[in-house]
């Protein structure tokens, strides 16, 4: 069988042990050189241009559950599981004051030992809470684009808390709790809710200049797992009627380099990853997402009509 191997950033080490190990059950193996940055990321285009019969996903729990018209093949998603030191859960009480019952989440990578967590925090005294996300696999689950498994059931808890490595996830957790982070491999907790806020700041920025725009560039993806182009023509078309100038661009990687020959717009309008919205400086436009765009046209409504 012919098959294509797709690794995120921080796995594609361990790509041609993979490789070598089929070849030797008598595959023929290409490897994903592109970046991947999620379960929705998954490298089709590239399995089509070789002829692939499979595509092999890993580091991710699945994501898509139907490919897009034309580019259905097998797609197996390997998750990669690391283990956290429970030991180490001890160190977390200090830093969360008087919070008696908690919000637990965590990555693909560490929900496997969701149960050993929860006991290990009740063990402490603690109260423990998880949900489920909307497009997560698994209870307890969050996502860069999907922390609704923290947000979900927060009203009954004093605060939420995110075990696992970095801030991408647990910046995506959007609620008025004490948000901690805990680095189950260094002992360290941190709360995010003044981080998070500066981020939630940044939107309402760019929704301000999104106001004074008068031409957008609406930002699609192939992405399968992002690809939504009616969202991309809804918006089109309720910017035009509004006398707004708006044109969608479409790429498989909507990078600042990508952009950069369209200095033309005012404002980038995103349907692709809603956390692209926040590499606004990067872009040097304001980015605003597709699911704020409501807003916006009720604002724009509201300027026209005084």
Same mark, same amino acid.
């Given at each position: ?67 897009? !018209? ?52 009740? !063990? ?25 498994? !923290? ?99 479409? !790429? ?55």
């Amino acid at each position: 069988m012919r098959i294509l191997l797709q690794f995120p950033e921080g796995l594609k080490k361990n790509a041609l042990s993979e490789a070598k190990k089929l070849e030797g059950g008598g595959h023929e193996v290409y490897l994903s050189a592109s970046p991947c940055y999620g379960a929705c990321d998954l490298a089709l285009e590239e399995a089509k241009a070789v002829g692939a019969e499979k595509l092999i996903h890993y580091g991710h729990s699945r994501y898509i559950k139907e490919l897009p !018209a034309g580019m259905e093949m097998e797609v197996e998603y390997r998750e990669h599981k690391v283990d956290v030191p429970i030991e180490n859960l001890s160190k977390l009480l200090p830093a969360i004051g008087d919070a008696k019952t908690i919000v637990l989440c965590t990555t693909v990578q560490h929900v496997h030992q969701l149960e050993e967590m929860k006991k290990a925090f009740k !063990a402490q005294g603690l109260k423990v809470l998880t949900g489920k996300g909307c497009f997560t696999t698994y209870e307890g689950q969050v996502l860069g684009c999907d922390a609704s498994a !923290a947000t979900s059931v927060a009203k009954g808890a004093d605060a939420i808390l995110y075990v696992g490595t970095g801030k991408f996830h647990p910046t995506a957790i959007d609620s008025e709790k004490p948000i901690y982070s805990f680095n189950p491999f260094t002992g360290e907790t941190k709360q995010m809710n003044e981080e998070i806020e500066k981020l939630k700041k940044r939107k309402r920025g760019a929704l301000l200049k999104a106001l004074e725009s008068n031409s957008f560039g609406i930002l699609l993806s192939t992405k399968p797992g992002q690809l939504c182009p009616s969202a991309a023509k809804w918006a089109q078309e309720e910017l035009r009627k509004r006398g707004k100038e708006a044109h969608i661009l479409i !790429a498989n990687e909507l990078s600042p380099s990508a952009l950069e020959n369209f200095r033309s717009f005012d404002c980038y309008l995103n349907t692709a990853c809603p956390r692209l919205a926040e590499d606004t400086e990067l872009f040097e436009k304001p980015i605003l997402n597709a699911v704020d765009l409501k807003l916006l046209l009720e604002q724009l409504d509201r300027a026209q009509k005084r």
